[in-house]
């Protein structure tokens, strides 16, 4: 019984951050390059591409994690959609990721 418990208690501390991990994956992959490594904006690139640098900048966002689920899905502007290339899963663990650099 000892045992289970334990292996519970070790599960449930990895598993937030396996999540926050893979999100982390995901989101360099697909979204820092506009949106930033921390969720801060490569002005460069914003600039070049004629976008609103403030729109851009996630660490200010006031979305909640059901609006850039559909975001991340669907796609906005010139943000493309992502629904046929990830997951419900990793759409998911994209937003928590992105709520998290919010908080550093």
């Given amino acids: 019984m000892i045992r289970l418990l334990l292996v519970f208690a070790v599960v449930m501390c990895v598993a937030p951050n396996y999540a926050l991990a893979d999100g982390r994956t995901d989101y360099n992959a697909r979204c ?13 690139k914003a600039k070049a591409l004629h ?14 994690r059901n609006e850039m689920i559909t975001i991340i899905s669907k796609g906005k502007g010139q943000m493309p959609a992502f629904e046929k290339e ?5 759409i998911a663990a994209i937003a928590d990721y992105v709520i998290a650099l919010r908080k550093k």
Avoid: F, P, R
């Avoid at 976008?51 to 909640?64: A, F």
């Avoid at 990830?86 to 990793?90: F, G, R, S, W």
């Fill in 86 to 90: 990830l997951t419900k899963e990793q």
């Fill in 32 to 44: 820092a390059g506009c949106h930033g490594a921390h969720g801060n904006v490569q002005t460069e």
């Fill in 51 to 64: 976008m609103d640098v403030e729109k851009l900048s996630l660490k200010v966002s006031k979305k909640n």
